[in-house]
């Protein structure tokens, strides 16, 4: 069971591989709780190499090393229409009234020709990733084969893990192989500096109070704390400590919506006051962006009207987007407008991410 003030359990997930039926039960019964909970746990014992993380988490720190003038040459907001590349620090505001998220980014996903039908019909993300040159990042094809090994492997798992998902709604395993088949997921690695020793406390955030938009994020951090859920029982943030090989996995809002809100995608937010730098990288399962997301079975009573009509998976992912970064815009304008950072107070939250 989780109760109230507990924070994110971790999870023996080689249970879904063992063959060990009482054993998967119970992994998916722990699921289950967590989905109807905060929508949050943590996962070990998945086939994702630790070889793998550890050489991906140390091109995440390569990678930021490289000089400003270098990353912007990768910028996501100019390079390309398509959201791949670097995401300069303090770029978005998820948490209305906070300040520009102490972050920086890089988007990576699927290589996708320009070719591919994804490219040409712009679907979500879709397109050819932004890569250093080798000469500005020494060993860069290590990057790319490291950077897609691992994305193509997190993706596997996020199949696996939709599966658990499936039984514990009492459907097939295979539940939701269309929907899976042809998905769209979206990598970043992040980069959270340290917290300026005099930047004002109460508004400072690796980033704010969000909820995830896509259907299940996967998500990799290092050895520095900082990710917090918040538990509205006790309305306290708890910690989501860093556990040596596994995943944090929680649900987005595509996953709460298809299921009638039964399930829910939870706030969480970063604030890095470890004195260290902070690496960490999600992965954001979209899924299939033509699949009409429809109230999942099992979700409502007998009779009962679905809360929200049906919906392509693009479109329910799309829809945030424009929130989060259209916020940090008119922050700059406002605060260009006043001469200074820094004005507003903590009000709200923002529904929004990647
Ligand atoms: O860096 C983290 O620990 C969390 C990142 C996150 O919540 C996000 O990118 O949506
Ligand atoms: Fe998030």
Redesign the pocket.
Known sequence: MVNAGDAPPILDFSAFYSGDAHAKQKLVDDVRNCCLHNGFFQITGHPVPSELQRRIMHWNKKFFNLSLEEKMKMDKGTSNSWNRGYELLKSQI?EEGTLPEL?E?YYIGDEIPKTHPYFINKKLNSGPNMWPSASVLPGVEDFKATAMAYYHQVVALAKDILKVLALTLDLEESWFDEFTTGAIATM?L?H?PTQPADSPEKLTR??GA?T?FGTI?L?L?DTVP??QVYDYATKEWLD?APTEGAF?V?LGNLMMRWSNDKYVSNL???INVSGRE?Y?I?V?FSGNPDFVVECLPNCRKEGEVPKYGPITAEQAVLGGYADSYGRAERFKKDAEGKGKEGQGVVAGVGVA??
């Open positions: 998820l972050k980014g970043r992040l959270y690796g980033i969000h995830d994020t998500l951090q900082g990710l989501v944090v929680n969480h937010r970063v902070r960490s999600p954001f991410a990647t």
